[in-house]
């Protein structure tokens, strides 16, 4: 179900930063963990991070010290922080949640977005 919208692509420079935010209802946030994947052309759809309702925090090794996954009860928003890009980060961004982490974590949750565009290009 498309119940997410997700926001924050752009182009940026490499080195520079993009805040990813990923809105929910109330009743899919309070109850569910969210994550992040990202599909480049070409590529198969790649695990970045997730976050669960407790805020426990897993990362892809390619990301880990440069993105961070964060949650926002007051908002029902999951923002992605990215620093630090590259061109290799340049991907369309997805957003999807689930009260499963692990059907989160393999990009299945039963609530997803439609994707942002991220491009890292001088």
């Known amino acids: 179900q498309v119940q997410l919208g997700e926001s924050g692509g752009g182009l940026v420079q490499p080195g520079g930063s993009l805040r990813l935010s990923c809105a929910a209802s109330g009743s899919i946030f309070s109850s569910s963990a969210m994550g992040w994947h990202r599909q480049a052309p070409g590529n198969k759809r790649e695990f970045v991070a997730a976050?669960?309702?407790?805020?426990?925090?897993h990362y892809a090794d390619s990301v880990k010290g440069r993105f961070t996954i964060t949650r926002d009860g007051s908002n029902n928003t999951v923002y992605l922080q990215m620093n630090s890009l590259k061109p290799d980060d340049t991907a369309v961004y997805y957003c999807?949640?689930?009260?499963?982490?692990?059907?989160?974590?393999?990009?299945?949750?039963?609530?997803w977005g439609q994707g942002t565009q991220v491009t890292v290009s001088s």
């Open positions: 999807n949640a689930d009260s499963r982490l692990y059907k989160v974590v393999v990009g299945r949750g039963d609530y």
């Open positions: 976050i669960t309702s407790g805020g426990s925090t």
